[in-house]
């Protein structure tokens, strides 16, 4: 199991970008992680995922061809670029970590194991 501790997020208007990170207090070598948010009054939606590998990926199709996820081992943290975004993509978003997911992604949550506290990305109109 592992810390998350995420950064990032914020205010931005619509169309505009922003990237949020998710740091591990530990090694992240082949462990996989996802991105999740949860918007008010809706359940926890998955939106994007990396394989341990880091070959793997796969999103929501919510989000598909504006957010990118990627990871940077060495500092053991996770990204979540997104672009173009949308005033529902306000919502609290969270990272997990899931130690099995070496070489495949899921976009559900009992595949992790781990979360961060959540940050909060707001889009205005």
């Known amino acids: 199991q592992f810390q998350l501790v995420q950064s990032g997020g914020g205010l931005v208007q619509a169309g505009g970008s922003l990237k949020i990170a998710c740091t591990a207090d530990?090694?992240?070598?082949?462990?996989?992680f996802g991105w999740f948010r949860q918007a008010p009054g809706k359940e926890r939606e998955g939106i994007a995922c990396i394989s341990g590998s880091g070959i793997t990926k796969d999103y929501g199709d919510s989000v598909k061809g504006r957010f990118t996820i990627s990871r940077d081992d060495a500092k053991n943290t996770v990204y979540l670029q997104m672009d173009f975004l949308k005033t529902e993509g306000t919502a609290a978003y969270y990272c997990?970590?899931?130690?099995?997911?070496?070489?495949?992604?899921?976009?559900?949550?009992?595949?992790?194991?781990?979360w961060g506290q959540g940050t909060q990305v707001t889009v205005s109109s």
């Open positions: 530990g090694s992240i070598l082949k462990t996989g």
């Open positions: 997990a970590a899931g130690v099995l997911l070496v070489r495949q992604c899921k976009l559900s949550e009992p595949h992790y194991g781990s």
